[in-house]
């Protein structure tokens, strides 16, 4: 199990003590018969709930959990501390989901982060002068500087830098809110079905000319290894580090590994506010994205109910999906069922196995779920305060805002924290993203105190062949706060209590499959028409009626809202057809 452990400086020491915040259910009693059932009730299931209920679907959600929002949950580890339990930031929220659903009138609260990246050195500074450390935000003229640091060739280079990601990365979005070509539409039936199909080659048509001459260099970011690209840009290796990070983060890769480059793409893709590719933290934690949907989606008339945990899709005689029985026993009908869970829980113990073929089942046990994530969510009585960048009297700079990156200061600790997992080994070194959201959002912890996100990587799923064990988690977390109290002096003494998630325990808890956050590796035999599977990009199983809705299908994880919105209009175009 996870260990959460409060210490409170002797009070309760020792002690696992987690209050949580409950989501609250539905007013309306749970039917027995809906048009569509949606399994999970997170982002991207309460997404294709709230736009199916739009498009006149009766519509309830089935969450098994005591909380709403999956991945994107808010939970009260500690008293008084409120966490972003597994996801952490917010960006890649589709600009037209927000707006349809009006999530500011439904509560959601963003607070922007500007700059948006610290990472500090571990050296000793000149002559009585602090580390050096590199800060990145919004201010060219400010990143220029902080950029001319280490390199005044890269300070020059790095607006360019930007230029060439953003145009790369808008080309994208068509791609993003529609699904996949229909390539057996384009190409077989009657040419009634094909001119339908052909309407499905609107969005790569719109992408090719967005890049136009530049459609070679997209090809390279995406299949080359992001060193080979940022090995040409820039000479500095605290840059080529930070960056390189985004290219890794949340997957078992390495910077020199080829198709990590998209993996920086998809994170630099996102929008926030109408701004290109901000990040920010929610108010009261991710939770408050996924009760601003839930509100929305309870506006139109959807059924939420969280603690009803599915047993299984009941597939009919005529092998077609009719509702879904719950742990309990209870049976409810419906004429179709989507499953925001990961392909591998929908098609290995959702839907029944006789209603698949073997080789389909042998297909989705190959689907890539490596995770190298291990989260710990600190409770602090104080800010930390890092030697490179000091602050008085406990208050906070523009850094704690960031997304601070330590051992982040050279490409080549990050590769040695790869091999090490890998290996089957925890990283000695992790490369360790602290995010202190409470910096900006004072309603996440007590008066002094704060809540601090560590995004920790690499560690395997199983440590050289066995299961993880409460004194590994503790282990790890110990390493790791080692590696912060080097950069911030006195981190260790302000813990007063820590949360512990392996990979093991972000799939048992929160339903990823090996704890991977994006519902599967976002490899390029993994993405587009290939997610999960190449059978599977329209979000239609082999089960009729059975849908897939969550970040497993296309466009991935991360990307909130867009695989429940293709997967909702999906589902009513079927329904209009039949």
Same mark, same amino acid.
């Not at 048992?508 to 599967?520: A, M, S, V, Y």
């Given at each position: 199990m996870a260990a959460a452990v409060w210490t409170d400086r002797g009070r309760r020491a020792g002690t696992v003590v987690r209050t949580v915040t409950r989501s609250k259910s539905s007013h309306s009693a749970l039917k027995s018969q809906y048009d569509a059932l949606v399994i999970g009730g997170g982002h991207n299931g309460l997404v294709a709930a709230t736009y199916l209920q739009k498009g006149g679907v009766k519509t309830a959600v089935l969450e098994r959990r005591h909380v709403l929002g999956g991945a994107a949950v808010s939970e009260e580890i500690f008293p008084g501390f409120h966490f972003s339990r597994c996801s952490y930031l917010l960006s890649l929220l589709r600009p037209h989901i927000y707006s349809d659903l009006e999530l500011k009138k439904h509560g959601?609260?963003? *607070?922007?982060?500007?700059?948006?990246?610290?990472?500090?050195?571990?050296?000793?500074?000149?002559?009585?002068?602090?580390?050096?450390?590199l800060t990145?935000?919004?201010?060219?003229?400010?990143?220029? $500087?902080?950029?001319?640091?280490?390199?005044?060739?890269?300070?020059?280079?790095?607006?360019?830098?930007?230029?060439?990601?953003?145009?790369?990365?808008?080309?994208i979005h068509p791609l993003l809110d529609a699904p996949p070509v229909d390539?057996?539409?384009?190409?077989?039936?009657?040419l009634r079905r094909r001119l339908a199909a052909s309407k499905t080659l609107q969005p790569i048509?719109?992408?090719?000319?967005?890049?136009?001459?530049?459609?070679?260099?997209? *090809?390279?970011?995406?299949?080359?290894?992001? $060193?080979?690209?940022?090995?040409?840009?820039?000479?500095?290796?605290?840059?080529?580090?930070?960056?390189?990070?985004?290219?890794?983060?949340?997957?078992?890769?390495?910077?020199?590994?080829?198709?990590?480059? /998209?993996?920086?793409?998809h994170h630099v893709m996102g929008e926030l506010e109408k701004e290109k590719g901000a990040w920010g933290y929610v108010e009261g934690g991710m939770g408050g994205v996924s009760q601003a949907i839930a509100s929305a989606a309870r506006s139109y008339g959807v059924d939420i109910f969280t603690e009803k945990e599915v047993e299984q899709v009941l597939v009919g005689s005529d092998g077609a999906a009719r509702g879904v029985v719950l742990k309990d026993g209870t049976e409810i009908q419906s004429k179709v069922v989507l499953s925001n869970a990961t392909p591998y829980i929908t098609f290995k113990y959702l839907a029944p196995q006789d209603a698949l073929s073997p080789d389909f089942i042998k297909a989705v046990d190959q689907i890539d779920y490596t995770?190298?994530?291990?989260?710990?969510?600190?409770?602090?009585?104080?800010?930390?305060?890092?030697?490179?960048?000091?602050?008085?009297?406990?208050?906070?700079?523009?850094?704690? =805002?960031?997304?601070?990156?330590?051992?982040?200061?050279?490409?080549?600790?990050?590769?040695?924290? /790869?091999?090490?997992? $890998?290996?089957?080994?925890?990283?000695?070194?992790?490369?360790?993203?602290?995010?202190?959201?409470?910096?900006l959002d004072p309603t996440l912890a007590p008066p002094g105190c704060h809540v601090v996100s560590l995004f920790t990587q690499f560690t395997p799923y199983h440590i050289e062949g066995r299961e993880w064990t409460d004194q590994?988690?503790?282990?790890?977390?110990?390493?790791?706060?080692?590696?912060?109290? =080097?950069?911030?002096?006195?981190?260790?003494?302000?813990?007063?209590?820590?949360?512990?998630?392996a990979p093991p325990d972000?799939?048992?808890?929160?339903? @990823?499959?090996?704890?991977?956050?994006?519902?599967?590796? $976002?490899?390029?035999? =993994?993405? /587009?028409?290939?997610?999960? @599977?190449?059978?599977?990009?329209?979000?239609?199983?082999?089960?009729?009626?059975?849908y897939l809705c969550g970040s497993g299908s296309h466009p991935g994880g991360g990307v909130m809202g867009s695989p429940g919105w293709n997967a909702a209009?999906?589902?009513?175009?079927?329904?209009?057809?039949h």
């Amino acid at each position: 199990m996870a260990a959460a452990v409060w210490t409170d400086r002797g009070r309760r020491a020792g002690t696992v003590v987690r209050t949580v915040t409950r989501s609250k259910s539905s007013h309306s009693a749970l039917k027995s018969q809906y048009d569509a059932l949606v399994i999970g009730g997170g982002h991207n299931g309460l997404v294709a709930a709230t736009y199916l209920q739009k498009g006149g679907v009766k519509t309830a959600v089935l969450e098994r959990r005591h909380v709403l929002g999956g991945a994107a949950v808010s939970e009260e580890i500690f008293p008084g501390f409120h966490f972003s339990r597994c996801s952490y930031l917010l960006s890649l929220l589709r600009p037209h989901i927000y707006s349809d659903l009006e999530l500011k009138k439904h509560g959601l609260k963003v *607070y922007m982060r500007d700059p948006h990246a610290f990472t500090p050195m571990l050296e000793e500074g000149v002559k009585g002068a602090p580390p050096r450390s590199l800060t990145l935000g919004s201010d060219l003229a400010l990143n220029q $500087m902080e950029i001319g640091k280490f390199s005044q060739k890269d300070a020059k280079a790095y607006s360019d830098f930007n230029a060439y990601l953003e145009k790369l990365a808008a080309a994208i979005h068509p791609l993003l809110d529609a699904p996949p070509v229909d390539i057996l539409g384009v190409t077989t039936g009657s040419l009634r079905r094909r001119l339908a199909a052909s309407k499905t080659l609107q969005p790569i048509i719109k992408c090719g000319l967005k890049l136009g001459r530049n459609i070679p260099e997209f *090809y390279e970011i995406v299949t080359a290894p992001i $060193m080979k690209i940022l090995n040409r840009w820039f000479e500095s290796e605290p840059l080529r580090a930070t960056l390189a990070t985004d290219a890794v983060i949340g997957a078992m890769t390495s910077p020199s590994t080829p198709g990590s480059g /998209y993996v920086l793409l998809h994170h630099v893709m996102g929008e926030l506010e109408k701004e290109k590719g901000a990040w920010g933290y929610v108010e009261g934690g991710m939770g408050g994205v996924s009760q601003a949907i839930a509100s929305a989606a309870r506006s139109y008339g959807v059924d939420i109910f969280t603690e009803k945990e599915v047993e299984q899709v009941l597939v009919g005689s005529d092998g077609a999906a009719r509702g879904v029985v719950l742990k309990d026993g209870t049976e409810i009908q419906s004429k179709v069922v989507l499953s925001n869970a990961t392909p591998y829980i929908t098609f290995k113990y959702l839907a029944p196995q006789d209603a698949l073929s073997p080789d389909f089942i042998k297909a989705v046990d190959q689907i890539d779920y490596t995770s190298p994530v291990t989260k710990i969510n600190v409770a602090v009585d104080k800010l930390p305060n890092f030697l490179a960048c000091p602050t008085p009297d406990g208050k906070p700079g523009p850094h704690h =805002q960031c997304s601070i990156h330590l051992n982040c200061e050279s490409v080549e600790v990050l590769e040695t924290a /790869y091999k090490e997992a $890998m290996n089957g080994r925890p990283s000695s070194r992790p490369m360790l993203e602290m995010t202190i959201p409470s910096v900006l959002d004072p309603t996440l912890a007590p008066p002094g105190c704060h809540v601090v996100s560590l995004f920790t990587q690499f560690t395997p799923y199983h440590i050289e062949g066995r299961e993880w064990t409460d004194q590994d988690r503790e282990a790890f977390a110990d390493t790791a706060f080692d590696w912060v109290e =080097q950069y911030a002096p006195g981190f260790k003494k302000s813990v007063v209590g820590r949360d512990v998630l392996a990979p093991p325990d972000l799939e048992r808890i929160f339903g @990823l499959t090996g704890g991977n956050i994006f519902h599967g590796s $976002m490899s390029l035999d =993994q993405l /587009y028409l290939a997610r999960p @599977l190449p059978s599977l990009s329209d979000y239609r199983s082999p089960v009729k009626g059975l849908y897939l809705c969550g970040s497993g299908s296309h466009p991935g994880g991360g990307v909130m809202g867009s695989p429940g919105w293709n997967a909702a209009l999906t589902v009513i175009a079927d329904l209009k057809s039949h």
